[in-house]
């Protein structure tokens, strides 16, 4: 509230003007601050931490081949990083007698058909649906929390679905990595992998830049 002080009760001469003070008490606004920022307090939830699953290659040599190749080829991708923010992978098996088997991509966005985002959401089509419907359903709450990540859960890791394998080179950076399991999450692909990078990924990179010259190499010897 503000208060306005006219002075002592003398009477000003003539011709001089009356001088009037001013206070302005806060006390009220100190009280609805402190309301304020105690209801929030207790309206507001605070930020959970999130965590991301890493599904990491496995040290288990007594596992038999045949347990290692149960990916399908038509669902197995392989991501090579590499240099400059470029992403190389191929579909299935590699092929390293053509060059051109090796594609590249960006890290844009699903408006560019050159990045990573654009393949993955193109590859997991079925995937992305069914989770953007679970979503639509979480949202209209027709379904609890505890069964959309159950529902989501089974969607990702359904046996059809896609598998990723990513492989870092040394000329990659670590935003890279990271970029690329963001993607993981954006895609809904619930399967993948960080795998090092092996020679004949490095021969791929390689052929690729040099427009298939080492193939041709070989052809050669």
């Known amino acids: 509230m503000a208060e306005v002080n006219t002075g002592g009760g003398d009477k000003p001469k003539k011709g001089k003007p009356h001088k009037k003070e001013t206070r302005v008490d806060f006390t009220p606004m100190v009280d609805m601050n402190m309301l304020l920022i105690t209801f929030f307090m ?18 288990d040599e007594n596992i038999a081949e045949q347990e290692k190749n149960k990916v399908k080829d038509t669902n197995a991708i392989t991501l090579i990083l590499g240099a400059d923010n470029k992403v190389y992978y191929y579909l299935g098996k590699p ?3 053509d060059y051109s088997s090796l594609k590249v991509a960006n890290y844009g966005g699903a408006e560019d ?12 089509k079925v995937g992305v649906d069914q989770v ?3 979503k639509q359903l979480k949202y209209k709450k027709q379904i ?5 990540t ?24 670590y935003m890279n990595l990271i970029d690329a399991l963001d993607e993981m999450q954006i895609c809904s692909i619930g399967k993948y992998a960080i795998v090092d990078v092996e020679a004949g990924d490095k021969f791929l990179v390689e052929n690729l ?4 010259a ?4 070989s052809d050669i010897k």
Do not use: H, W
């Open 209 to 212: 830049q040099k427009q298939g």
């Open 42 to 59: 207790f309206c507001t939830s605070m930020s959970k931490p999130q965590t991301m699953e890493i599904v990491m290659p496995t040290k």
């Open 214 to 217: 080492l193939t041709k190499a």
């Open 113 to 124: 058909k050159n990045s990573l985002r654009s393949l993955l959401l193109e590859r997991n």
């Open 150 to 173: 159950k529902q989501v859960a089974e969607v990702k890791n359904s046996k059809d679905g896609q598998v990723v394998i990513i492989k870092p080179t040394d000329e990659s950076n």
């Open 132 to 134: 953007r419907k679970l």
């Open 144 to 148: 609890s929390n505890e069964d959309f």
């Open 95 to 97: 092929n390293y007698t």
